[in-house]
Structures are given as C-alpha cells and as structure tokens.
C-alpha cells in the first residue's frame, strides 16, 4: 500500500485542477464549435482517477472506460495536448483526429478507451484480464462504466465469468446518480448497486467518490486481490457530474439547488481547504500552480489549433490493416 503523504495531496491537488480546468476549456471550444459532435464533462468526478492512479501500477495495469473519457488517459499519463488533438479532430490528436471525444485510446499507456456504446467496454475490460491470465502476466484491468450500465445484460454476463475464470480484474462503477437524464432510483431495482456484485460472491462495495484517499484506500485491496490471482472485486463509487450529460443536456431533471449542494461537497475545493489548514502550501503558492495550469492548457489548444486536420488517406491507413482494401468498391 502506498504511503498517503503531503506531496500526494498536492499532486492530487494540481492533477485534478488541470484536470476540471481542461473540461472547462474543452466545453469552450465546444461552444466556439472548435469541438464536434458529443462532448460529455468530467467536471466533479476528479477524485476517481486520482484514487485510482494511486493504488495502481501505471506502468503495467490498464484502464478501460465509456465515453466520458477525456480526463482517465490523462491521469494515465497521456500527453494532455494529444487529447485536445483528437478532440479538435486534428491528426496529432491520439487516434490522428478520428476517434474524437467518444473515443480517446493509447496502447503506449494502457488506455483501451473511450466506448461509446453504454455497458459496451466491459466484456472488453474482463476479455483483456483473461489474456493477462492467459499469458501469466501481473497486470490488473480497472473496468469503469456508469451506472446506466447496470440495466445490460452483458454486465451480468461478465460478472459471472469473471468469478468463475477469477480474471485479475477491478469493475468500477462511476455513479454519478443519472443514467443519461434518469435518475439511478427511477431505473433500477437495485438501487445500492454494490449488492449486485455480491449476487455473484464478488467482494463489493460503496466509496465515497468525492475523495481521492477514499479511493485509493478502497482499491488497494481489491487490485491486490486481482494481481494475486483471487479474482474481481467492484467498486461503486459515489460520484456527482457538475455539467450536463453532454453538452446537449438542457439538465431539466435536476434542480440548481441540487447541483450546489453537491458543489459544496468539490473534491478540489476540499483538497484545497485540507492543504491550506494543515499549513502543506501557502495561499499564494497554489494560486501560482492555478496560473501555471492556464498556461498549459493555453499551450495544449494552440497546439492542437495549429495541427493539421488528417488526410482521407490516413483514416484508411489507422483504420484498416490490410492496404488492399479489398471490401471497398473500387468502381
């Protein structure tokens, strides 16, 4: 278990600011129309990755997630203006602009995406942990999806198998209480979605989603448990998005007054509060990291800006491995 120190207080501190900071840029070019099609905020689930990258080993395990998936490859340690890249459907971008917002991936990093099909990421987060098994290598999955997942049958499917197969593999549920526009106690039974891991003998549990060291404490043992070959655990982590569905979300099904009294709960701002009473950094010091996050993310846009947009050529060329191209009509 790794020690919980002043100086991770202040990396999750300057993480997760860039991190609301980008969304909140990203949701401005969306505006300017600099940014297409969908674009789902992170904005208040900071503190998932930050638990998250703390307990486990980037440089071996993976992360595999939906579609609000701007903020994890980043934490991962993707480079931030490669994903303003992609967003801005540039060809420096992580998939050379054709993925887009849905669809972040990095292999280098161990980023399996961005899935824009609800509930559609998780037999692939567990289909990844059974080649790690296959292959008897020490890597565990983290598998994220949303709480809308919970009404796929494919959840259900996967679950079992991996209890039966004990696949090195972490499920994690990101429940920020509304599937799409619905609320988590209009649309499922089960309302405390940890009893639905334990249906399957699957160590389960809730964590508080708005505090990193929750978090990581939570998942030490369920990544222990998956690397040493006892099988999954699952994590329903109770979070809260700020923003919108998608930038198309007119959010009439929640009230303002709700959305402040989750504000007040703000992972950063709590962090910042918890560094300034406990004397870690000055008040000052941590203004002068808040400016240098602008900068970087100024740098992030003008680079992706002045990124080309990719050629047809090279959607057939990431696209399809075989340059024959023999499926497409030719004439």
Request: glycine letters at 8%.
């Amino acid at each position: 278990m790794k020690t919980i120190t002043k100086n991770t207080y202040l990396k999750w501190f300057e993480d997760m600011s860039f991190w609301r900071k980008f969304e909140d840029k990203c949701r401005s070019l969306y505006l300017q129309q600099k940014i297409r099609g969908f674009l789902h905020l992170y904005n208040g689930q900071e503190a998932i990755p930050a638990g998250i990258t703390h307990a486990i080993d980037i440089s071996i395990d993976r992360i595999i997630s939906a579609y609000r998936c701007h903020i994890l490859p980043i934490s991962m340690g993707v480079d931030p203006k490669k994903i303003m890249a992609e967003l801005l459907g540039k060809e420096t971008g992580t998939s050379c602009g054709i993925g887009g917002s849905m669809h972040i991936f990095s292999k280098k990093y161990r980023f399996y995406g961005g899935h824009g099909i609800v509930g559609g990421q998780i037999p692939l987060g567990a289909g990844i942990a059974f080649a790690d098994k296959y292959f008897n290598r020490k890597s565990v999955t983290i598998t994220l999806m949303g709480d809308g997942a919970f009404g796929q049958g494919v959840l259900h499917e996967t679950f079992n198998m991996a209890m039966i197969w004990k696949l090195p593999v972490v499920f994690v549920c990101e429940n920020n209480q509304y599937a799409m526009g619905t609320s988590i106690h209009r649309n499922n039974q089960i309302q405390e979605l940890y009893k639905i891991g334990l249906l399957y003998g699957m160590p389960s549990s809730t964590v508080n989603g708005m505090n990193p060291e929750d978090i990581a404490k939570s998942m030490y043992p369920a990544v222990y448990r998956a690397r040493n070959g006892k099988g999954p655990s699952f994590l329903d982590i109770q979070t809260y998005r700020y923003r919108g569905h998608s930038m198309s979300d007119a959010e009439s099904y929640r009230s303002k007054d709700e959305i402040n009294l989750y504000k007040k709960q703000d992972p950063i701002l709590k962090l910042k509060t918890l560094i300034l009473n406990n004397q870690w950094e000055t008040l000052n010091n941590l203004t002068f990291i808040e400016n240098k996050i602008k900068k970087k993310i100024e740098y992030c846009v003008e680079y992706a800006e002045k990124s080309n947009f990719p050629s047809l050529k090279k959607m057939y060329d990431v696209v399809y491995k075989d340059t024959n191209y023999p499926f497409i009509d030719k004439e």
